[in-house]
Every structure is written in structure tokens, then in C-alpha cells.
């Protein structure tokens, strides 16, 4: 259980100190600052937003640096003369690969429901990250190939200018076929273990006892054949065409694709039921998420946040809102309530 967190310099934050219950709800109005500091929980857990690529948006205007502390961990972001993270475990620096998954989140907000409508950069970050927070084999695989992919392609570029022998791909090819295959494995067993869940889950939360809720995970057949054998198309391209950064997930309902067949309801009931299945993927024994839920109540009907008061039960959160009105009484009877000033200065 993640006990306090301190900000500094952290997007409207100069300093800002929060203690957290098992249940903590933030009220305030847009702007008050109340979903920086859900963002900053979610960094401190993934050394990354998600809302925003650019992590220099993270540090307050006109600082230098901003610092992310929770209990024993911290995470300090450089903004100038370059950008700069570096991550701490009771004082003591550790890499990334190691540091990112010590305190598991899974965060729920408005822009999540893009997860079923939006493009597939976006379903292949929820999977990445979900995976990386519970396997560091799994995210150094990942680390590893974009490094490779990013050198790969600097060598495609240059073949095309005719500055260098495509010959010189072998050794390229050969770390993409490997952290790559490696990258494809995992999110296979990850999406199995993901289909074994949400199946029951989502029926609960529809009502629906027929409706069969999946994930298909489309990646390449045979990565090996398509980087030697695509080579005159990725020259041409000056970049690479096939691995697992081209993967998706296709999440479909009744044997239909959600995106364009389901109602804005199923939709939601959807993502609702997949986020459910990422906590309990996350879970393990003496380890839980924490859940963020960035005034995601207001997006549902009574049923479904019926639902989500059960999942809150279950495990520590913290929850934004600019209207108590959207939580249920017993929610707010177990919750401890900080009300955020207007003008975000807390």
C-alpha cells in the first residue's frame, strides 16, 4: 500500500504533499490540479505519463526539474539543458529496468476508452505496459529492440543515400528476430491469460451470459522470413516495415470487432471488463496495484459504477472527480475526502 506522495515541480505542483488512505477521493474543478497528481502516481510506478509522450510537459513552467516521491521511491525529472529521469529505491539509484513495477498501477480514465477505438500505438502501449510492470525480462527485451529498430533504421536511411552496403542488415536483422520474437511471445501468453478473464467478467458486468467478449492478437507470422526477405521494401521505406512495434490487438465482441460494431455501452462495458483483467493479471501474492481513476465515474450509468465500486472494495485507489455526486454513499463513507482549491494551488 502506497502510504503518501510528494510533488515538486510537477506539472501545476510547486510542492505538493499528499497522504493516501486505502480509499482517497479528490474533488475539485478542472484545473485544480487533482489529475496531476493521479499522473504523478502513475510516473512514480512507470516512469512515464498517460497523457503526455513528452516528459518535459511533466516539470512545471519555468523549473529545471521536477521529483516524484512515494514511500521509498522516487523518480527526478530533468528538463534542461537535457532531458534527464532517473529513478531511486530507498536512496539508491536503480535502472529503469528494474525500478518500473515496484509500486503496479492501472490507471482508468476518459482517454482509456481509446484503447477500443483508437489506433494501435495505443493498444500496444496498454500491453507493454501492463507486461513490463510484472516481467523486467519482458521490458528489456522491449528497451533492447527499440534501440535496435532505431539503429536499424539509421542504416536503412543510409543504404538508401547509398552510404552503406545492405549487407551491413545481417547483424540488425538478427537482433530484431530475437528481442522481437522474445517481445511476441510474452504478449501471447499475456493475451491468453487476459482472454481466460474478461470473458466471465465482461458478462457480469453486462448481464449478458452470451456474449463473448475476446482479444485476437495480430502480429507477424513469421518474423524471421519477413525482415530477410522485405529488405529491397525497407530500404526503399528507410525504415523497418515488420516486428512486433506493427502488432495489434483486436478486441471483439460476439465474433465482431467492437470499433465498429458495438454500442458506445459495450464499449464501455468493454474496457471496463479488460482493465478489471489487468489488475488481477497484476496481482500477485503481497503485491496489488494500486488503481487510478481519473473522473471516470461520470463516464458511466449506475450499473456500471456499481461495478467499479466493487473493484475500488478491492484494492487501494484513488479516485478524481468534480462531483461527489457520481460515487456512491458507502464508497464516500470509506473514503477519505481532500477537496482541491480552484486555482490548484494546494
Given amino acids: 500500500m502506497l502510504k503518501n506522495v ?17 480509499t482517497t477521493v479528490l474533488i475539485g474543478p478542472n484545473g485544480s490540479g487533482k489529475s496531476n497528481i493521479l499522473e504523478a502516481i502513475s510516473v512514480l510506478s512507470s516512469c512515464r505519463s498517460f497523457r503526455d509522450e513528452d516528459k518535459r510537459n511533466l516539470v512545471k513552467k519555468d523549473c529545471e526539474f521536477a521529483r516524484i516521491t512515494g514511500d521509498s521511491l ?73 534501440k535496435i529498430r532505431t539503429q536499424r533504421n539509421s542504416l536503412l536511411q543510409r ?18 528476430i530475437e528481442e522481437g520474437t522474445k517481445i511476441i511471445g510474452k504478449r501471447a501468453e499475456a493475451v491468453h491469460l487476459l482472454n481466460a478473464k474478461i470473458v466471465h467478467i465482461y458478462q457480469d458486468i453486462s448481464g449478458q451470459k452470451s456474449d463473448l467478449l475476446s482479444i485476437s492478437y495480430q502480429k507477424s507470422q513469421n518474423l524471421g522470413f519477413d525482415i530477410k526477405q522485405n529488405h529491397q521494401r525497407e530500404i526503399w521505406q528507410a ?21 465498429n460494431f458495438a454500442s458506445r455501452g459495450e464499449i464501455r462495458s468493454a474496457v471496463l471488463a479488460i482493465k478489471i483483467a489487468e489488475l488481477e493479471f497484476l496481482k500477485t501474492a503481497g503485491d496489488e496495484p494500486i488503481l487510478l481513476l481519473d473522473d471516470v465515474y461520470s463516464e458511466f450509468d449506475e450499473e456500471r459504477r456499481e461495478h467499479l465500486n466493487k473493484i475500488v472494495a478491492q484494492y487501494q485507489s484513488l479516485i478524481t472527480t468534480t462531483d461527489l455526486g457520481h460515487l456512491s454513499s458507502q464508497l464516500l463513507k470509506n473514503a477519505t475526502i481532500i477537496e482541491m482549491s480552484p486555482n490548484g494551488k494546494n
Fill in 6 to 22: 510528494v510533488l515538486e515541480n510537477f506539472r501545476s505542483h510547486s510542492k505538493y504533499k499528499l497522504d493516501l488512505a486505502q
Fill in 74 to 146: 522516487e523518480v527526478f525529472i530533468q528538463k534542461t539543458p537535457t532531458l534527464l529521469i532517473r529513478a531511486k529505491e530507498k536512496g539508491v539509484f536503480k535502472k529503469r529496468s528494474l525500478f518500473i513495477g515496484l509500486l503496479k498501477s492501472v490507471v482508468f480514465s476518459p482517454e482509456t476508452m481509446a484503447l477500443a477505438t483508437g489506433n494501435p500505438k495505443i493498444r500496444r502501449r496498454f500491453l507493454d505496459l501492463m507486461i513490463s510492470q510484472k516481467d523486467h525480462e519482458y521490458l528489456r527485451a522491449l528497451m533492447a529492440y527499440e
Fill in 239 to 259: 525504415c523497418t516495415l515488420f516486428g512486433p512495434h506493427r502488432d495489434d490487438l483486436i478486441i471483439n465482441l460476439n465474433d465482431l470487432p467492437i470499433a
Fill in 159 to 176: 543504404i538508401r543515400e547509398r552510404q552503406a552496403s545492405e549487407s551491413e542488415l545481417i547483424f540488425w536483422d538478427d537482433g530484431i
